[in-house]
């Protein structure tokens, strides 16, 4: 069985501008490109359906060491649009998300797989309670139970999504290349063929409601509106099993070549 790596919550970093390198994984923030962005390009960065910039939500240091490839250089960047209804082009809150380090480690599936006892972890596991994210009111409880009797008639495949994210309920990311998604619905839609070389694309990582919920905790009230309607229970990331990339996208830096290659994402919502 293909090892599982979790993306666990490390440290908030001193601002969300804060700069990196390719070998940092985050969430939030801005994305460190190893070469300067030039003009011409920018359209990877806006959204399809609005126009509006896009925010980095997850930046991950993915190397692919495998018997018929390897590149030791190679990062994921996962963004989406913030905008609260997109279809207006108009939208003035910053557009760049908290920020936080993640440090990774293992799945081990063992039936007692302790939680959140890293010494690494500097964010409260108490807010990670992702099923019941209203406490304005005294509805908390009812809420509770309502999870709890939607979770028991929920099928088969959410219990078994629940029953991993409960496992690690910091997890704000999964990764495994080639490997199988951790799916929160059984309809899973189509991830396609490479547009670029037609080879099939395959799973390589997914990321977890908690992410969510961390960068919540430190969003400004214009970004915790938005995030607030984010209804997805996972993010699927789907990438060309060949790596293979369009050289219409090429940059170079300090004599080395970076190709940019935009892979596709499967939304599973609640
Ligand atoms: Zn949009
Ligand atoms: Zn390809």
């Known amino acids: 069985m293909d090892a599982i790596i979790l993306g666990m919550p490390g440290p908030w970093a001193d601002s969300n501008n804060e700069a990196a390198d390719i070998y940092t994984s985050k969430i939030g923030g801005l994305p460190d490109w190893?070469?300067?962005?030039?003009?011409?390009?920018?359209n990877l960065l806006e959204c399809s359906a609005c126009r509006s910039n896009l925010c980095l939500f997850a930046q991950i240091y993915a190397p692919i060491s495998s018997k018929s490839l390897s590149i030791e250089e190679r990062v994921i960047c996962v963004f989406g649009c913030l905008v609260p209804d997109c279809e207006s082009p108009i939208?003035?809150?910053?557009k760049v998300l908290p920020c936080f380090y993640i440090y990774t480690q293992e799945e081990k599936q063992s039936k007692k797989a302790v939680s959140g006892s890293s010494k690494n972890t500097l964010l409260s596991v108490q807010e990670c309670d992702y099923v019941s994210e209203d406490q304005s009111n005294g509805e908390t409880y009812e809420e509770e139970n309502y999870e709890y009797d939607r979770a028991l008639n929920a099928d088969r495949t959410y219990l078994k999504f629940k029953k991993r994210v409960d496992a690690y309920p910091e997890q704000c990311f999964r990764y495994s290349y080639g490997g199988k998604p951790l799916l929160a619905s059984?309809?899973?839609?189509?991830?396609g063929i490479c547009k670029h070389c037609g080879g099939l694309r395959h799973y390589e990582m997914q990321l977890m409601p908690p992410l969510i919920f961390f960068l919540q905790e430190a969003a400004n009230d214009d970004q915790k509106i938005s995030l607030q309607k984010i209804d997805w229970m996972t993010l699927l990331v789907y990438t060309c099993s060949m790596s293979c990339a369009d050289s219409s996208y090429q940059f170079k830096s300090d004599g080395e070549d970076w190709i940019?290659?935009?892979e596709t994402v499967i939304v599973q919502c609640e």
Request: proline letters at 14%; a negative charge.
């Open 34 to 42: 190893p070469f300067p962005i030039g003009s011409g390009k920018q």
């Open 91 to 94: 939208f003035s809150s910053s």
């Open 186 to 191: 059984v309809e899973i839609g189509d991830p």
């Open 260 to 262: 940019v290659a935009e």
